[in-house]
């Protein structure tokens, strides 16, 4: 619980799955249509106010350079199976909360839980609707690894313990060359790297927010 207080990230777990995007300290500004007067820097990302990150996350494209993924023509179908959660609660801390003493605490900005392949609940805050874009932060690590064993069953990658340079050969010749797919699955290349999100002199906070910059 709180690694989700500070990012947006997916909690995964047996035949349950939880997203949840979250936005950090006292929710303001949350309306759509002000999204463009709260917008921060993007070199700044990391140090957004909580109405900079709501406006800014749902909007990434009028901030940064994106590129579209266009869906398949025969998505997965995720039927729906609703529940009423309003009488669920969970203890933390020693205090009991419900799913809405969760999300006015921790703003919380969509919730959707899948159980069995079903979804059985849905919920947007802060603004948000089902058709609202998020940026999604460490969840693209699970979407990443998912497509990376979907490679390796249809045959395109041999296994996870090939070197990462044979399939990324701009990465040859640096500290990441001799590291297998496994070891940054696992985030555990042990290449030095400070991600100290407090730290503006961190890797993480002064690194430039485009791809060859991180390559660099």
């Not at 690694?3 to 979250?22: E, Y």
């Not at 957004?48 to 579209?68: C, H």
């Not at 249809?154 to 996870?160: A, C, E, L, N, T």
């Not at 701009?170 to 030095?192: E, F, H, N, P, T």
């Amino acid at each position: 619980m709180p690694h989700l207080r500070t990012t947006c990230n997916a909690l995964l777990l047996p035949a349950l799955s939880l997203l949840l995007a979250v936005a950090c300290g006292d929710a303001a500004g949350t309306d759509p249509d002000d999204d463009a007067a709260n917008f921060g820097t993007i070199d700044n990302i990391l140090f957004w106010s909580v109405p900079e990150k709501v406006a800014g996350f749902r909007n990434m494209p009028s901030l940064t350079p994106t590129r579209s993924i266009a869906a398949g023509a025969n998505p997965y179908p995720l039927p729906r199976k609703e529940s009423d959660l309003s009488g669920f609660t969970f203890v933390f801390d020693d205090t009991e909360l419900s799913i809405d003493d969760y999300i006015r605490r921790y703003n919380v900005a969509g919730l959707l839980v899948i159980k069995d392949g079903f979804v059985v609940y849905e919920r947007y805050e802060l603004g948000n609707t089902a058709d609202s874009r998020w940026m999604s932060w460490s969840i693209a690590k699970s979407v990443t690894s998912l497509l990376v064993g979907a490679a390796i069953q249809d045959g395109y990658i041999k296994s996870v313990d090939e070197k990462v340079s044979d399939y990324l050969p701009r990465l040859k010749d640096s500290s990441y060359d001799d590291l297998s797919i496994r070891a940054l699955l696992q985030m555990a290349s042990g290449v030095a790297w400070n991600e100290d999100y407090a730290d503006p002199q961190s890797d993480i906070n002064t690194i430039k927010w485009d791809t060859l910059s991180v390559y660099e």
